[in-house]
């Protein structure tokens, strides 16, 4: 996991990214801040490797 962009993330996606070969997951995460008020967290995974085609 990496941290998300600096644009809020509206809804989840998997995009590709074909220079590097990574598949990207995109999600806004519901989170509280320390304030116990709402927030969203962007959270980006990224999974290398390739399947067997």
Do not use: Y
């Not at 806004?28 to 927030?39: D, L």
């Amino acid at each position: 996991m990496v941290p998300g962009g600096k644009k809020p993330i509206k809804t989840a996606a998997v995009t590709h990214d074909e220079d590097h070969g990574f598949w990207i997951l995109n999600v806004p995460a519901p989170a509280k801040t320390k304030a116990k008020t709402k927030a969203v967290v962007n959270l980006k995974f990224i999974a290398i490797g390739r399947s067997p085609e």
